[in-house]
């Protein structure tokens, strides 16, 4: 008996539709595991993080120098206990100085803080951001 015979007797002919219907489910299963596997093995690297920030004022009647900040991390770790510093500028002298801490920021992600400083930001003052800390 040659082998394709043989092929045809045993797998084809004494293997019943729910055998096969179970087979082809795994294996198109475990080909689809393996492909998103990949994909992330190769989209996702471990980058360092990367930070960036966007403010916005939010003032109300009680809290003139309110801000709202959007932290985003670029990068491709989670960076976790973050510690920014946020600093009001006004014609290149350093009126005040406000610490943000963010538990927990993952990688491709934004998290939003809010602080205040005593005084609105008027048209010629600046606010400036630096990142203190993370692990």
Same mark, same amino acid.
């Given at each position: 008996?040659?082998? &394709?015979? +043989? !092929?045809?007797?045993? !797998?084809?002919?004494?293997?019943?539709?729910?055998?096969?219907?179970? !087979? &082809?489910?795994?294996? #198109?299963?475990?080909?689809?595991?393996?492909?998103?596997?990949?994909?992330?093995? #190769?989209?996702? %690297? @471990?980058?360092?993080?990367?930070?960036?920030?966007?403010v916005k004022a939010v003032p109300?009647?009680?809290?003139?120098?309110?801000?709202?900040?959007?932290?985003?991390? @670029?990068?491709?770790?989670?960076?976790?206990?973050?510690?920014? @510093? +946020? +600093?009001?500028?006004?014609?290149?002298?350093? #009126?005040?100085?406000?610490?943000i801490r963010l538990d927990l920021?993952?990688?491709?992600?934004?998290?939003? +803080?809010?602080?205040? &400083?005593? @005084?609105?930001?008027?048209?010629?003052? %600046? #606010?400036? !951001?630096?990142?203190?800390?993370?692990?």
């Open positions: 008996m040659s082998f &394709f015979k +043989a !092929f045809s007797v045993h !797998f084809l002919q004494e293997k019943n539709k729910l055998e096969w219907v179970v !087979f &082809f489910a795994g294996f #198109i299963l475990l080909a689809g595991l393996l492909v998103y596997l990949s994909y992330q093995w #190769i989209r996702f %690297s @471990e980058t360092a993080p990367r930070l960036t920030f966007e109300e009647v009680f809290d003139p120098g309110r801000y709202q900040l959007h932290v985003y991390n @670029e990068g491709g770790q989670t960076v976790k206990e973050v510690q920014l @510093e +946020a +600093a009001l500028w006004r014609q290149q002298k350093l #009126i005040e100085k406000t610490c920021l993952p990688r491709h992600s934004v998290r939003t +803080a809010w602080f205040s &400083f005593r @005084e609105p930001l008027p048209n010629n003052d %600046s #606010i400036g !951001f630096h990142v203190l800390s993370y692990q």
